[in-house]
């Protein structure tokens, strides 16, 4: 796949607004916070490990971004307090808080000890409602810095894991639909009290993560793909695509979605037939139909 670097976005559309991404300095989360920035926004990123913030926010600020991190992590109520009045206290204002940590590893559910289970449901959900939670007074109409009419932006990163059932991911696929519900409801209740939008994106396997690295590491490849016909590697690009399109103006009327960005990937199904086989045998069942009704053997009639 090609890699696409150019953005079809104007380099404005985020002009004057400040973004705070958690898990904003690896992955998905950074790819996130260099197009935010790249179109506009001042950014704040929030991670647990200084290094790995310390080198995303020297990234950010070689492309111009004005961007500044800081340490904490999200299972920590008073780490998410302090980093979003950081911010607050940074830039002025907070527009746009995107909920990008996340935590995982493959388990079988029989292997998979409560803590194990409790620690992504801490990181994923709890650490998501949390972020929400303490920003909340900086998102809301007429906060400090914001004007009284309108409110700010919240995007949570979640998946497709729980659509259905997914093997060794009992964790995740827990935590990532109680992140859908949390963004429903507070799609309702902040949107109705506060003018806030609360959206969620739920990205397919995109190359080059963390993400993709622990679910399928090199060790296991690319088993299991046949079964998948959409199967399609995405870019961190993609979702960043997604981000920028919520929080520009074109998103303004989306408010409790979770937008599916996996090149159609959760509808996979073995193809059990082949196309051929299908236009022969459909014309006969008609035809047969129509003299008896289906199922029914003439002997019977
Ligand atoms: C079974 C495991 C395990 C493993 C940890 N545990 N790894 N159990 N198999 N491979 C269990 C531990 O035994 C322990 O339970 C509990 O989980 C907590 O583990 P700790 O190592 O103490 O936790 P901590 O140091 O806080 O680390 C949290 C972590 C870690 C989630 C385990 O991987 C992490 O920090 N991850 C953040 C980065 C990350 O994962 N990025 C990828 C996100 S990708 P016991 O009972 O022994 O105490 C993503 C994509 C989702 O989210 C959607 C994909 C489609």
Not at 11 to 31: C, M, N, Q, R, Y
């Amino acid at each position: 796949m090609v890699a696409s670097t150019e953005s079809p976005f104007k380099p404005d559309i985020l002009k004057g607004k400040v973004a705070l991404i958690t898990g904003g300095a690896s992955g998905i989360g950074f790819e996130i916070s260099t197009q935010l920035g790249k179109h506009g926004a001042s950014v704040a990123v929030m991670g647990r490990r200084k290094q790995v913030l310390q080198s995303a926010v020297s990234v950010l600020q070689s492309l111009s971004i004005p961007a500044v991190g800081f340490e904490g992590d999200v299972r920590k109520q008073e780490d998410a307090a302090r980093v979003v009045d950081l911010t607050f206290k940074h830039f002025g204002r907070i527009d746009i808080l995107v909920n990008a940590a996340a935590g995982n590893f493959l388990a079988a559910a029989e292997d998979l000890s409560p803590n194990g289970f409790r620690t992504v449901l801490d990181i994923d959900s709890v650490g998501t409602f949390t972020m929400c939670h303490e920003a909340l007074k900086y998102l809301k109409k007429g906060a400090p810095g914001r004007n009284s009419s309108s409110g700010g932006l919240i995007i949570n990163i979640s998946a497709t894991l729980h659509y259905g059932a997914s093997w060794y991911q009992i964790h995740v696929s827990a935590a990532k639909a109680a992140v859908d519900s949390t963004t429903r409801n507070l799609a309702l209740e902040w949107g109705t009290d506060y003018d806030i939008r609360v959206n969620g994106i739920a990205p397919g396997p995109i190359g080059e993560t963390p993400g993709m690295s622990k679910l399928a590491p090199e060790e296991i490849g690319s088993r299991g793909r046949d079964e998948m016909p959409l199967y399609k590697l995405g870019e961190k690009w993609d979702i960043a695509m997604a981000a920028l399109y919520l929080a520009s103006d074109a998103g303004k009327y989306i408010n409790g979605d979770t937008m599916v960005v996996d090149g159609g990937l959760w509808l996979s199904r073995p193809r059990y037939l082949p196309k051929e086989a299908v236009r022969q045998v459909s014309r006969e069942v008609e035809k047969r139909s129509r003299n008896e009704p289906i199922g029914v053997p003439k002997s019977k009639l």
